[in-house]
């Protein structure tokens, strides 16, 4: 995959509120789909992901849809607390194989959650 | 130490020095990435290398040189940098085969360039 365009840049909501951050790709291969949270400072890290067999998929609060027909996957945060403030990173590859799993990544989201 | 670490964890150089960064990585990965983080961009790919060859090279300046003598260690050399290269370089490691794809990334390295 080649691009992947994120949005929204920024996003403030109030704690208890959901959020909900959507990237669009370009290459109809692409079939890995990861989020990045990375905190103020700190290393990016793996949240959640999904392969493009599979529509939805959640973990507690956390959850990624993914619509190969349209090309986009959303990340869904429930009940959002002050600890998911952070940068978020969508990102896309075509999974296993030489140079298909490298990843190209989304410019971000910075998530405030505000108490 | 286990995951993947990266030095130094900050850099300060000038325009004229030649200095290397280093990432070092404990999951028995095979592929190993570098890349260049800077404000209001996304993250930038700069290299790829996949059981130690280098399989990509994203169109990055002569002045940045990797180097990945086994599939635990890499390294960036770097010569002559421009105050624009100032970033925060990670480093990232993977499974090339299997199902997940999931990236590892290190620390990263918060140069300066002055």
């Known amino acids: 995959g080649e691009n992947v365009e994120q949005h929204p840049s920024t996003l403030s909501v109030q704690e208890g509120d959901s959020a909900v951050i959507k990237c669009t790709y370009s290459?109809?291969?692409?079939?890995?789909f990861p989020w990045y949270k990375q905190e103020l400072g700190k290393r990016p890290q793996l949240i959640i992901d999904i392969r493009s067999n599979v529509g939805e998929k959640k973990d507690q609060r956390i959850a990624v849809t993914l619509n190969k027909t349209a090309k986009h996957f959303s990340l869904h945060i429930t009940e959002t607390q002050p600890e998911d403030s952070a940068v978020y990173f969508c990102?896309?590859?075509?999974?296993?194989?030489?140079?298909?799993?490298?990843?190209?990544f989304g410019k971000g989201t910075l998530l405030t959650v505000n108490p | 130490e286990t995951g993947v670490t990266q030095t130094p964890r900050h850099l300060v150089m000038g325009m004229t020095n030649k200095k290397s960064l280093k990432c070092e990585q404990h999951l028995g990965h095979n592929a190993m990435y570098w890349y260049k983080q800077s404000a209001k961009k996304p993250l930038e790919l700069m290299f790829v290398?996949?059981?130690?060859?280098?399989?990509e090279n994203n169109s990055v300046p002569s002045r940045f040189s990797p180097e990945c003598p086994n599939s635990s260690h890499l390294f960036l050399h770097l010569h002559t940098l421009q105050p624009e290269d100032s970033a925060l370089y990670l480093c990232a490691s993977s499974q090339s085969q299997g199902e997940r794809g999931e990236a590892f990334f290190g620390q990263g390295t918060r140069l300066t360039v002055v």
């Open positions: 990102a896309e590859s075509m999974g296993s194989g030489v140079s298909n799993y490298k990843l190209t």
């Open positions: 290398y996949s059981l130690e060859e280098r399989v």
């Open positions: 290459d109809s291969a692409s079939n890995y």
